[in-house]
């Protein structure tokens, strides 16, 4: 959580897990995206980047690097979930002791 008047800061991993998430006050805001294993990925391998300041904090999926020649596409998606009754992880073990039996179960579902 973001404490009032912190510095700006910015973070990116190389995430093939396919999901970030940020809980807040019992709640968890879960982002899927697809990870493609052995691509490229901007800012130094980032398939995952989170912005905070004093305002807010932005979580952020990236898709590989790619070239596009004129006319073509490419898409990036994301799966969004917010879940309920989730306290804040402290410990890796209570992420999978509580965030993801949540999360698997909302992925179920969806």
Same mark, same amino acid.
């Given at each position: 959580?973001?404490?009032?008047?912190?510095?700006?800061q910015k973070i990116g991993v190389?995430?093939?897990?396919?999901?970030?998430?940020?809980?807040?006050?019992?709640?968890?805001?879960?982002?899927?995206? @697809?990870? $493609? *294993?052995?691509?490229?990925?901007? =800012?130094?391998?980032?398939?995952?980047?989170?912005?905070?300041?004093?305002?807010? %904090?932005?979580?952020?999926?990236?898709?590989?690097?790619?070239?596009?020649?004129?006319?073509?596409?490419?898409?990036?998606?994301?799966?969004?979930?917010?879940? @309920?009754? $989730? *306290?804040?992880?402290?410990?890796? =073990?209570?992420?999978?002791?509580?965030?993801?039996?949540?999360?698997?179960?909302? %992925?179920?579902?969806?």
């Amino acid at each position: 959580q973001q404490q009032a008047g912190g510095t700006p800061q910015k973070i990116g991993v190389g995430s093939a897990e396919g999901w970030a998430a940020y809980a807040n006050h019992g709640h968890l805001f879960v982002k899927t995206h @697809r990870y $493609v *294993p052995g691509a490229e990925y901007s =800012d130094k391998g980032s398939s995952v980047e989170v912005f905070t300041n004093s305002d807010m %904090l932005e979580l952020e999926t990236l898709g590989p690097v790619t070239t596009l020649v004129p006319g073509a596409t490419v898409e990036h998606v994301e799966q969004w979930y917010l879940l @309920r009754d $989730v *306290p804040a992880p402290q410990t890796e =073990d209570d992420v999978r002791q509580i965030v993801l039996p949540k999360l698997q179960a909302a %992925l179920g579902a969806g």
